[in-house]
């Protein structure tokens, strides 16, 4: 039976999404070879402080800025979930709707990675989902495996996948490491040029920049 195609996921507060998120996910999809890249606003992120910008105003962002891009997919989900927004339950609930088949990838940055042990049920997403970890290049992998807590490092020695292929071996539970060009760039950079009147262009996508000047969102 021809396995199922793989679908990968990039959730955030997008607040704002930028070109640092954007290029993150097409890398990562090229590099792995997946058609289809589900961008998923966090509703009530649980890790950190409320967005700036309301819940309805980050998915319409995030909305303008993948138009266009035919791999980039808006899902809503935890935009309309009334609970805090843990990746384990969108994975889970993703799994009911989708063929068991279908191998699932995760895309996180390397800081985000280091810090998995921090997150609800953390362990269960490797028996819901592939994580893509994003790396830059020139970044010393040896110190960043030194610096994983003691669980991620010996879950990263039998769970790493070396071949993009390996993603369609199995629906879930393998772990890849793949370098990308790394821009500069960070949400709270822009909200602070916002806040200070100086020029957004080239951090994010003019349709983005037009929306959040349009309704004042970090002003």
Known sequence: MK???PIALLGGTFDPIHFGHLRLAEELAESLNIGQVRFIPAGQPPHRGQP???ANHRL???RRAIAGNPRFVLDEREF???KPSYSVDTLASLRTELPASTPLVLFMGADAFL???TWHEWRRLFDLAHIAV???PGFSSAAWEDALPDPLRRLLSTRRGEQAGEILEKPFGRVFLQNITQLDISAS???DRALRGRS???LLPDAVIDYLNENRLYV
């Open 3 to 5: 396995p199922s195609s």
């Open 52 to 54: 700036r910008a309301a």
């Open 60 to 62: 319409e962002m995030v």
């Open 80 to 82: 309309h979930r009334q």
């Open 115 to 117: 810090g998995l042990t």
């Open 134 to 136: 994003a790396q830059r």
């Open 189 to 191: 950079q822009i909200r």
């Open 200 to 202: 957004l262009r080239y």
